[in-house]
């Protein structure tokens, strides 16, 4: 799931998974507060990477497997 903390600006991806027909996923500017971020998650057999491709201002991302 995809989850968002507003209290303490995070971004959290628990267990992402991408569908069989789709190896990347670009998501461009995603807000939370003040933060903006570049991520793309990239599928490698059956995990998926998540890369921090851009971050403006303090907000983190968070990754579960």
């Given at each position: ?20 027909f ?7 500017s ?36």
């Open positions: 799931g995809l989850n968002f903390d507003h209290r303490t600006t995070e971004i959290r991806f628990d267990r992402p998974r991408l569908p069989e789709v190896e990347e996923v670009l998501i461009r995603l807000q939370i507060g003040d933060s903006r971020m570049d991520i793309l998650l990239r599928k490698h057999h059956t995990d998926v990477a998540l890369n921090v491709l851009n971050r403006e201002g303090a907000g983190q991302v968070k990754i579960t497997m």
